[in-house]
C-alpha cells in the first residue's frame, strides 16, 4: 500500500470483499475521504463500492474507515484515492502558482 509518509493510515485486516483503514492520532475534527467511485484494481478495470463509513473513536484517537466492495472479481493490488487527509501545513509557507491559462 503507498500511502502518506507520516506512517498514520494503516491498512486493517481487509479481504476481498472490503477494505479496513485506520487513521491514528486521529482528532475529532481530522477528516479522511476517499473517491469511492474511483476504485480501480491492478488492470485499471473499476471496482464499484456498495456502500463506505466512517467512525471516530475519541478515546482511542483513531478513525476507522470501511469501504464495502461490491465484487471480488478484480485483481489485486486495488487502488483507493485519497481526496481529503489531515496533513495540516504548520506556520509561514509561499506557495507559487501558476497561471493555468498561459
Keep these: 500500500m503507498n500511502s502518506p509518509s507520516d506512517g498514520r493510515l494503516k491498512l486493517a485486516d481487509s479481504n476481498k470483499s472490503n477494505v479496513d483503514l485506520f487513521l491514528t492520532e486521529a482528532e475529532e475534527d481530522d477528516y479522511l475521504s476517499f473517491s469511492t467511485y474511483n476504485i480501480k484494481d491492478a488492470n485499471g478495470k ?3 463500492s456498495s456502500s463506505s463509513a466512517m ?17 471480488t472479481d478484480y485483481k489485486n493490488p486495488i487502488h483507493l484515492e485519497i481526496d481529503n487527509y489531515p496533513k495540516y501545513i504548520e506556520g509561514n509557507v509561499k506557495i507559487e502558482l501558476k497561471n493555468p491559462i498561459k
Excluded at 467512525?55 to 465484487?71: C, K, N, P, R, W
Aim: net charge negative.
Design 55 to 71: 467512525q471516530y473513536a475519541s478515546g482511542e484517537m483513531e478513525s476507522h474507515f470501511v469501504v464495502d466492495l461490491e465484487t
Design 46 to 48: 473499476l471496482i464499484r
